[in-house]
């Protein structure tokens, strides 16, 4: 009899199947573009994505780089990030979600919610000029600032042993997934802001590892797909 995990790995998958799919059709759609990365973007991906499976997340890593060296537009920096780090992503959350034991309802209602917040969120980003993007990530910058700062100074953003929310703060962790997924349509990585938010909930951190991967995981072909047919 198949687990939930098992199911989840299923649905995982399928996820990144759709999008190695959409993918696949609209490049070739585009035969006439140069598609190589180069040397320097392919470094920069491993780079910010060894990163990433320690939890600092490749978002802030790329975008810097990005910037350092003018790479890409501002306006299509969002589109860029989901959609080159999807399916790393997708490899990271099938190795945390088999090695980490996370309670499974608090698991599937988080990303969940994440996935449901990067739908929308892609939908309207995708479609953004360039200045709402830059004032619209330049915004989303300052909160997740203000996350990193309350942990700084909150002794209780250190976690606890829990490794599932229930009650009222399993709505909270849900809620709060579902802006950190909208965030992600920004460009604004969810690994350390979600990291944060489930150490102050009381849980393990170690717990976010599974959480924060899988989450993108699942959300990041979503967006990516909106952001792909749309150029």
């Known amino acids: 009899m198949l687990t939930i995990k098992t199911w989840l790995f299923i649905a995982l998958g399928a996820f990144a199947a759709f999008y190695v799919l959409t993918w696949i059709t609209v490049a070739r759609q585009q035969q006439g573009e140069d598609a190589n990365p ?80 990067m739908y929308l969120g892609a939908g309207v980003v995708s479609r953004w000029p360039r200045r709402n993007v830059q004032i619209g990530m330049g915004i989303a910058l300052i909160v997740a600032a203000g996350l990193t700062l309350m942990t700084i100074f909150n002794q209780s953003a250190s976690g606890g042993l829990e490794m599932g929310l229930h009650g009222t703060k399993l709505w909270i962790g849900v809620i709060g997934n579902f802006v950190l997924g909208a965030l992600m349509s920004l460009g604004i990585g969810l690994y350390g802001p979600c990291l944060i938010m489930i150490s102050l909930l009381g849980m393990n951190p170690k717990a976010a590892f599974p959480i924060m991967m899988g989450s993108c995981a699942f959300l990041m072909p979503v967006g990516s797909t909106q952001f792909i047919r749309k150029g």
Do not use: C
Not at 64 to 83: C, H, Q, Y
């Open 38 to 117: 180069g040397l320097l973007r392919s470094a920069i991906g491993f780079i910010a994505n060894f990163f990433d499976t320690l939890g600092i997340g490749s978002f802030a890593t790329t975008t810097s780089m990005f910037k350092a060296w003018k790479l890409v537009k501002d306006e299509v920096i969002p589109g860029t990030l989901n959609v080159g780090h999807t399916l790393p992503t997708i490899t990271q959350a099938f190795i945390y979600i088999a090695i980490v034991e996370v309670e499974m309802t608090t698991l599937i209602l988080l990303i969940a919610a994440s996935v449901l917040g």
